[in-house]
Nanobody, 117 residues
Framework: QVQLVESGGGLVRAGGSLRLSCAAS????????MNWYRQIPGKQRELLAT???????NYADSVKDRFTIPEDNAKNTVSLQMNKLKLEDTAVYYC???????????WGQGTQVTVSS
């Protein structure tokens, strides 16, 4: 099993920045990809960013010019640096891990990000 704990959410003004972190523990050697999602109430969960065990990163078109997964992550932690935040970025943000082979996946508890005008 893998445990994921997000942190770093909060309230920020439009145009500002936030950095979310996801600390992974447990069977981390089996993790194939780490992903960041968000969910706006009433909408489907949206995939924002992915980093593979080989370090390859991909971003959704909606955030690729503003959100990044930084290189300087602490051990067993994946962060999401969010810049130039917009009102429509208000959502609950989730960390997700997909494991090699088994198809198992795990979710963090989510962290609220609220962008105000």
């Amino acid at each position: 099993q893998v445990q994921l704990v997000e942190s770093g959410g909060g309230l920020v003004r439009a145009g500002g920045s936030l950095r979310l972190s996801c600390a992974a523990s447990g069977s981390i050697a089996r993790i194939n990809t780490m992903n960041w999602y968000r969910q706006i109430p009433g909408k489907q969960r949206e995939l924002l960013a992915t980093v593979t065990r080989g370090g390859i990163k991909n971003y959704a078109d909606s955030v690729k010019d503003r959100f990044t997964i930084p290189e300087d992550n602490a051990k067993n932690t994946v962060s999401l640096q969010m810049n130039k935040l917009k009102l429509e970025d208000t959502a609950v943000y989730y960390c997700h891990a997909a494991l090699l082979g088994s198809g198992d996946d795990y979710w963090g508890q989510g962290t609220q990000v609220t962008v105000s005008s």
